[in-house]
Structure formats: structure tokens, C-alpha cells
């Protein structure tokens, strides 16, 4: 195994090799520490990401997320990335499902989880939970940049609201 000790520092050099674009590079080394870790819930998480991003094969990225997830314990960017898969998936009332009961978890990222389940809310046209939730999502974050994106999705989603839908929220 290339002369890793600790699946850890495999990370090192699979990131390395998906920023050169080294994809098969990479995804070869991950399947090589889950040959001796198969519990290991970044290779999982790193393959998940691989396959839903780089190779488009979602059964595949759901299953490694699936794994990831199983086998987290401490590690929060399954909870994301598999939130982002759902979404990307069209997989809106899963999404929101999971985002439910992700919150619950206390290594995961609520900004991220906040804002994808109102990506799921507006997306199945419940758009005043939508709001509800890009709202907390703003609340949880601290990245200028990703509050920027969230305003826009506030402000979009009252754009499409009814104008009954907008009083309300004047009056809570």
C-alpha cells in the first residue's frame, strides 16, 4: 500500500492527485486502503464524492456515502456531501429525510444542512419552509461568500411566493 502506515496520510496524497486531476490515480489509491480498512469512512466519503462528481455514477457515490455514513462516527463531510448528492439526485422528500435527522448529529455541518433542505423545501414548492431554513442556514455559517448565496435564495424564494406568502412572514 505505497508504504502507508496510517490510512490517514493516504488523504494527503489522494487529494493531491484529484487536484492534478489525477482521478483513476486517486480513486485506485482509495479502493487500495479500503482493501485493508474497509471501515474507513474518508475513503468512503472521498470515493462517494468521486464518483458523484468527477464520474457521474450515482449508484455508485451512494453507496460509498452510504458507507461513509455508517462508519463516520466524528467525521462531518459525509453529512454534506451526501446532503448535496440528494439534492443533485432530485431526491427532494429523501433529502429532507435525512437533513431531519442529520441535525440531530452533532458533527454535522448545520449551515450546509440548513441550506439543503431549503434547496429541498423550495424545490417541492413548500416555499415557507424553504425560507424558514435558508434563514437558519445564515444563522449557522460564517463563510461570506455562502451567506451571499443563501440571501440570494431568500430572496428568490420570496419572489416566488404569493403575496399572502409575503404578509405573513411580515407579521411572525
Do not use: C
Request: charge should be negative; aromatic fraction near 14%.
Amino acid at each position: 500500500m505505497n508504504g502507508y502506515n496510517d490510512p490517514e496520510d493516504m488523504l494527503f496524497e489522494v487529494d493531491a492527485l484529484i487536484s492534478e486531476e489525477k482521478i483513476v490515480e486517486a480513486k485506485a489509491l482509495l479502493y487500495e486502503v479500503l482493501a485493508d480498512h474497509p471501515d474507513y469512512a474518508k475513503a468512503h466519503n472521498h470515493l462517494g464524492w468521486i464518483y458523484h462528481y468527477k464520474m457521474t455514477n450515482y449508484t455508485k457515490a451512494e453507496r460509498h456515502y452510504k458507507l461513509a455514513l455508517r462508519y463516520a462516527k466524528n467525521y462531518h463531510s459525509p453529512y454534506g456531501n451526501y446532503a448535496y448528492f440528494l439534492i443533485d439526485k432530485g431526491n427532494y422528500e429523501d433529502m429532507i429525510a435525512f437533513g431531519l435527522q442529520a441535525l440531530d448529529v452533532e458533527e454535522s455541518d448545520k449551515g450546509t444542512i440548513y441550506n439543503q433542505l431549503g434547496k429541498a423545501y423550495e424545490l417541492t414548492s413548500n416555499l415557507e419552509a424553504a425560507y424558514k431554513h435558508y434563514k437558519k442556514a445564515i444563522m449557522h455559517s460564517t463563510a461570506a461568500n455562502y451567506i451571499e448565496e443563501m440571501q440570494a435564495s431568500l430572496h428568490r424564494v420570496k419572489t416566488k411566493m404569493s403575496s399572502f406568502q409575503k404578509i405573513k412572514f411580515l407579521f411572525k
